[in-house]
């Protein structure tokens, strides 16, 4: 355990793979500055650490995490929100190039929900609640709800939960694209180790290019989009991985990748 965190686990690398999990249980993992501050910190660290190939984020049984801290909103004015140091950390946070795979429990609401879209994979358990409640304290998501959540589940729904700050509940999330998986809350973080623990083990680069053309292409035209898979599928062409993954595919043995 990492102990240059006050409000992170951040549990050592395990076959390529290290869980972060948010731990602020008195307050629901509730995002104060601090804590978006060591996420982001943390992730550069795993971003530099080459025994790290995929992270887990994940929060507690009851709350992946219920939004921004709404007690220290409370303290900032239209000043302080606009020199407001998380956008830093959020900003930090959506830099990170290695898989991240979210494995949510409990509430999953607010900056929480805007979190968890940061992550490439989602996987829930079954208790799991999606929300964008900000319209109940008379503001609005700040974070990427309003532009990640209608990629993730279209226009209609994503104007529903902004404007009404209903929750969707974990099925919802899963047939709306959301999320990819539902488990037993019990198995949410296993699962999401198992999937990160498949992914770790194939070339590091294929794995970040393929992740980088995904997001370019939701944020781009088709034709722009498709111009940046071509040149990142020609480029790998150039790496030791695709000879190693090319040559174990016809001799039929497991290939070993070494991110050359
Ligand atoms: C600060 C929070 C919090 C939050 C919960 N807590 N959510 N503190 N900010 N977002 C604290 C409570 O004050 C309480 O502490 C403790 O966590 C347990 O919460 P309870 O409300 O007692 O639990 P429960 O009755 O089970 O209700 C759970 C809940 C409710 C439905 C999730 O806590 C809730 O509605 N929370 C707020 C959700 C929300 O509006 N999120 C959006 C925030 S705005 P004490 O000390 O009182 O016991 C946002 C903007 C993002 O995220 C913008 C990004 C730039």
């Known amino acids: 355990?990492?102990?240059?965190?006050?409000?992170?686990?951040?549990?050592?690398?395990?076959?390529?793979?290290?869980?972060?999990?948010?731990?602020?249980?008195?307050?629901?993992?509730?995002?104060?500055?601090?804590?978006?501050?060591?996420?982001?910190?943390?992730?550069?660290?795993?971003?530099?650490?080459?025994?790290?190939?995929?992270?887990?984020?994940?929060?507690?049984?009851?709350?992946?995490?219920?939004?921004?801290?709404?007690?220290?909103?409370?303290?900032?004015?239209?000043?302080?929100?606009?020199?407001?140091?998380?956008?830093?950390?959020?900003?930090?946070?959506?830099?990170?190039?290695?898989?991240?795979?979210?494995?949510?429990?409990?509430?999953?609401?607010?900056?929480?929900?805007?979190l968890a879209m940061h992550a490439d994979v989602l996987i829930a358990g079954r208790d799991a609640k999606f929300g964008q409640p900000e319209i109940n304290l008379g503001i609005m998501p700040g974070a990427g709800g309003t532009q990640r959540l209608v990629h993730a589940v279209g226009k209609s729904l994503a104007m529903q939960m902004v404007l009404s700050g209903q929750p969707i509940s974990a099925e919802q999330a899963q047939q709306a694209g959301l999320i990819s998986e539902i488990t037993q809350p019990e198995l949410t973080l296993h699962r999401a180790i198992e999937i990160a623990t498949d992914i770790a083990k194939k070339s590091p680069l294929a794995v970040r290019l393929a992740k980088e053309s995904i997001l370019k292409g939701m944020d781009t035209d088709l034709a722009t989009g498709l111009r940046f898979e071509r040149h990142a599928f020609t480029v790998l062409a150039g790496t030791q991985d695709r000879n190693e993954g090319i040559a174990a595919f016809l001799e039929k043995r497991k290939a070993h990748f070494t991110g050359r």
């Open 1 to 114: 355990m990492n102990s240059s965190y006050d409000m992170l686990c951040v549990q050592p690398s395990s076959d390529g793979v290290q869980v972060i999990q948010l731990n602020r249980p008195e307050a629901l993992n509730a995002l104060t500055t601090q804590l978006l501050d060591e996420l982001a910190s943390a992730l550069s660290v795993a971003q530099s650490d080459s025994d790290v190939n995929v992270v887990v984020l994940t929060g507690s049984k009851k709350a992946f995490a219920a939004g921004a801290d709404i007690k220290e909103m409370a303290e900032r004015d239209l000043v302080g929100i606009l020199n407001d140091p998380r956008q830093q950390s959020w900003q930090r946070i959506s830099q990170f190039s290695k898989p991240l795979i979210a494995a949510v429990n409990g509430y999953c609401l607010g900056g929480g929900c805007e």
